[in-house]
């Protein structure tokens, strides 16, 4: 749908193809849009749209005048047409109204069509820039890509040239004429395809042909140097060969000479070879010696020429030749010597087994005739044979052992005679009546044994009788221990269920009082908790050091105590746990304690100087009206009284006295100096401020107040209603310089705390009646965790170059100096 046929403006688009006519709805608006609902077409003649005759068209906005002729509306006109041609029964305001409202609409419509249409045309704008864009990005991509291709092919005839340049480079003295021509062959094909890369590449190509001509004369003066060498290693061989020669030859004839010697020993040797079963032991020991002899002239030999060839060896060398020849005449002559050694071996042999056999020889002859002799002496006949008589007396003179009836049968029985012994089988008798002593002697042992066995059992048992009741003792006196330890586990259970909270978080809601009973109570109780460990501890002791003479039952012992040892060791440290618990929470409750006292003295003093600022009275003012005259006392009593009649300070009944006595160190009551002393009020900087001329905020600036400063109260703190701050006049501690300090500012931020007058120690350390640490003495010992108020800050002992302060510990309320920090770095003081 648009404005002409064959037109390049499009208003509205159907997708509906189908249809012969155009549809009267589901028009999308602009043609790429959505369906716009409101564009309906309606059918109908080209003559009804044109003024019937006689009439003429109604000018755009004017209603037709009153008379004027209209006909009735065509069927077929459009909603625009038919609400143009009026019915004459509406009024002309109706028709007018009407009127107005068509050509708004068609106004409306206009303006929609002239907005799609310059949205039709913006698009198309943008198509055509992008598509200009497009040819424009192909162009530059095009010429990308010719540059690379030309790039590339560059590349590759440096690379064709480069390759035979390197070939070039690797050149021998037989090759360098070829490759020098493929070279500027080369270069000549490729020269115009290398572009800008070809001076580069030439001059790359005469750079290598003068190295590679360097290379080759190098190589062919090096190839001269070998040749000169190879000479001359050539002429050194063959005097070398030479030499070795003649020192061979030596060697040979010394090896000759010990083959000689060797020969002559085995002649000298021969007669031992061929000695007679039967011959004497002189003899063969006679010609042993004489095989001695020879094999040692040999082994001279033998070694005086393995020294020669050894040297000779040296001699010749480690070349090539040296070793060639050495494999050709020196290790021949080496397997002859080792030849000449093993037939010596076997000449020492020959000479060590004869020696043994006519030693053997000779000790058989000797034992023979001492068997014949001893024979002979208890042969009392002379007959040649033993009888039994006799046989009796040998055997108690040589083994001293009877023999019996029995004996002697058995005797007898296996030498196979008739009651005697004859010579052959005097050897036998021996054996026999030496075995019959060793049985004898065997079961007398056995039988001895066998009673000891007896008697060793019978101590066993009367010994296991003993262990065994003092066992039964010992475990007495251990079920005794053993049932005290245990009472003591049960009771130390019941206080570590007591002391629990003392360890626990707990412990965080209790008050001072309260946290303070609990470890006095824990305390309390652990007492007799340690008297019966100790008690128990003591028994252990006691059974310990008891003598036993019993390895067993001492061991046992020993066992039992180990076990009821460890039990009281972990129960010690169970004791040790609550006790550091309780020393923890004691510490804690002390501070806390004094935390929630000084947050009471705080309250209390500050009210009082609130008081006294608004009547305008100093600090002796107030006691005079307070207490009466300068002579009168401040009790707990009369304190509390005035501490009530404060406003907005509330003080439980139980805690007045733990108040007063806090106040004043434990003294029942006190004068009106300690009472002023008692109200000065401290604060503390925590975080950077000034210090003001006077209370006005804007007034002249005296020095700035760092974190950390303690200041003391002079006046205030009194509230400027004008800027909306708290205000106070103060002293400052480190300097003494008085003047104003903002305590709170308008935005709520806080610059000052009430405090800073209290230390805790958090090292043991001396308190000592003078600031020089060297020259006083020392008072006490300040406690870890006790608290100290500050009478005078920090000042220098210039004698330990440490910062030290004076006050008063409250505990018990001595005064004196204590060091804050050491010289070394070590704190020995914190502010709380």
């Not at 509406?90 to 310059?118: C, G, K, T």
């Not at 390759?163 to 003295?173: G, H, L």
């Amino acid at each position: 749908f648009g404005p002409k046929v064959g037109g390049d403006q499009v208003w509205a688009y159907n997708g509906n193809k189908a249809s012969p006519l155009p549809p009267l709805g589901g028009w999308q608006v602009p043609w790429d849009g959505p369906v716009d609902a409101y564009l309906k077409l309606t059918m109908g003649q080209a003559a009804a749209a044109a003024p019937r005759p006689g009439t003429m068209p109604l000018p755009y906005g004017m209603p037709p005048q009153q008379g004027q002729p209209q006909g009735p509306p065509h069927p077929g006109m459009s909603p625009v047409a038919q609400a143009g041609h009026m019915s004459p029964q509406l009024s002309q305001a109706e028709q007018f109204a009407r009127s107005q409202q068509q050509h708004q609409s068609m106004a409306s419509r206009e303006q929609e069509r002239r907005m799609r249409e310059d949205e039709i045309r913006k698009r198309q704008q943008e198509k055509e820039e992008e598509m200009q864009r497009r040819e424009a990005y192909e162009a530059e991509m095009r010429r990308k890509r010719e540059e690379e291709d030309a790039l590339r092919r560059e590349q590759a005839a440096a690379s064709m040239v480069r390759q035979v340049i390197a070939r070039v480079r690797m050149a021998t003295p037989e090759s360098f004429d070829q490759l020098r021509a493929e070279l500027e062959s080369t270069l000549a094909e490729q020269i115009e395809r290398m572009g800008p890369q070809c001076e580069a590449v030439q001059v790359e190509a005469e750079k290598s042909l003068l190295q590679a001509q360097e290379r080759v004369d190098q190589i062919t003066e090096n190839r001269i140097l070998e040749e000169r060498k190879a000479l001359e290693e050539e002429s050194r061989k063959r005097e070398e060969a030479v030499r070795i020669d003649k020192l061979a030859a030596t060697a040979a004839t010394e090896i000759a000479d010990v083959e000689k010697t060797l020969e002559t020993a085995q002649e000298a040797a021969k007669p031992t070879t061929e000695l007679a079963e039967d011959a004497t032991p002189e003899l063969m020991l006679s010609s042993a010696e004489a095989t001695e002899q020879a094999w040692q002239l040999v082994h001279k030999a033998c070694d005086a020429a393995s020294k020669s060839l050894t040297d000779r060896r040296v001699e010749v060398g480690q070349s090539d030749v040296a070793i060639f020849k050495l494999r050709e005449h020196f290790v021949p002559l080496f397997r002859k010597l080792a030849v000449c050694r093993r037939a010596t071996e076997r000449l020492v042999e020959l000479g060590r087994s004869t020696k043994e056999k006519a030693n053997r020889k000779a000790a058989a002859i000797k034992k023979e005739k001492e068997l014949r002799d001893q024979f002979a002496k208890y042969d009392g006949d002379g007959d040649g044979k033993m009888n039994r008589q006799e046989v009796i007396a040998f055997a108690k003179a040589e083994y001293e052992f009877d023999l019996n009836d029995d004996h002697l049968e058995r005797l007898f029985t296996t030498l196979g005679e008739d009651g005697v012994v004859p010579l052959d089988k005097f050897q036998r008798l021996r054996t026999i009546v030496a075995i019959a002593r060793s049985d004898h002697r065997a079961r007398e042992k056995k039988a001895e044994e066998e009673a000891k066995e007896k008697l060793r059992k019978e101590e066993e048992a009367k010994k296991a009788e003993l262990i065994n009741a003092q066992k039964a003792e010992v475990q007495k006196a251990i079920d005794a221990a053993s049932e005290m330890l245990k009472g003591v586990t049960e009771e130390t259970g019941k206080v570590q269920t007591l002391a629990a909270p003392l360890s626990s978080s707990s412990s965080d809601n209790m008050s001072g009082e309260e946290l303070k009973d609990l470890v006095a109570r824990s305390e309390e109780a652990l007492v007799p908790c340690k008297e019966s460990l100790a008690g128990v501890v003591s028994k252990l002791t006691e059974l310990e050091s008891e003598k036993i003479e019993e390895a067993e039952v001492k061991s046992f012992q020993m066992r039992e105590i180990a076990t009821l040892q460890a039990s009281a060791k972990k129960l010690r440290g169970d004791m040790e746990r609550i006790a550091s618990a309780a020393l923890s929470a004691k510490e804690t409750a002390t501070r806390r304690m004094h935390s929630e006292l000084e947050a009471l003295r705080n309250a209390a003093v500050t009210a009082l100087r609130e008081r006294m600022v608004s009547k305008s009275q100093t600090s002796s003012q107030l006691f005079d009206e307070a207490f009466g005259s300068a002579e009168s006392k401040v009790t707990s009593e009369n304190f509390s009284q005035l501490v009530k009649s404060l406003p907005g300070v509330e003080v439980p009944d139980s805690r007045s006295e733990s108040l007063f006595l806090h106040l004043t160190a434990g003294q029942p009551s006190i004068g009106k100096d300690q009472f002023v002393e008692l109200i000065r009020l401290f604060y503390k900087v925590v975080k950077q401020s000034v210090l003001g001329e006077s209370q006005s905020i804007k007034s002249k600036t005296l020095r700035r107040l760092e974190a950390g400063e303690i200041v003391e109260v002079v006046e205030g703190p009194t509230k400027d209603d004008g800027v909306g701050v708290i205000r106070l006049r103060c002293r400052a501690v480190k300097d003494e310089v008085e003047g104003w300090v903002t305590v709170t500012g308008n935005q709520g931020t806080v610059f000052l705390e009430q405090g800073g007058n209290t230390m805790a120690c958090v090292k043991e350390t001396p308190m000592t009646d003078g600031l020089s640490v060297e020259s006083s003495k020392t008072i006490r010992r300040i406690s870890r965790g006790e608290v100290i108020e500050v009478i005078e800050f920090p000042k220098k002992d210039e004698s330990m170059n440490v910062m030290r302060i004076k006050g008063k510990a409250k505990l018990d309320g001595t005064t004196g100096w204590v060091t804050v920090m050491g010289n070394q770095g070590t704190t020995f003081l914190e502010f709380c």
